[in-house]
């Protein structure tokens, strides 16, 4: 069974600094894109950051210049470095990878189960 599992999570004053890591487990055959996702209170699900398996990157506006992402390929893992953190940052982060079971089956979408981080003013 494919598990994603995220860990780094924690509380942090403002301008401070956290990096998440999260790990897929199980047998796979390869994955595809990986990204972080994250989710305050009362708002939808957003994107953060996404990276390829070539390792071309995205980011959402509100974290560029400040945060990461990378990945391991042979460790598979995707990390997400968080620098300059903000109290609007405060979130549930979820890991999401695309991953292909068999090298000839489609990929399917993974989530881990979200790791929290608080930024205090």
């Known amino acids: 069974q494919v598990q994603l599992v995220e860990s780094g999570g924690g509380m942090v004053q403002a301008g401070g600094s956290l990096r998440l890591s999260c790990e897929a487990s199980?047998?796979?055959?390869?994955?595809?894109?990986m990204a972080w996702y994250r989710q305050s209170p009362g708002d939808q699900r957003e994107l953060v950051a996404e990276?390829?398996?070539?390792?071309?990157?995205n980011y959402a506006d509100s974290v560029k210049g400040r945060f990461t992402i990378s990945r391991d390929n042979r460790e598979r893992t995707v990390y997400l470095q968080m620098n300059t953190l903000k109290p609007e940052d405060t979130a549930v982060y979820y890991c999401?990878?695309?991953?292909?079971?068999?090298?000839?089956?489609?990929?399917?979408?993974?989530w881990g189960q979200g790791t929290q981080v608080t930024v205090s003013s």
């Open positions: 999401n990878a695309d991953i292909r079971r068999t090298p000839w089956g489609k990929t399917r979408e993974y």
């Open positions: 199980g047998t796979f055959s390869s994955i595809m894109g």
């Open positions: 990276i390829t398996r070539s390792s071309a990157i």
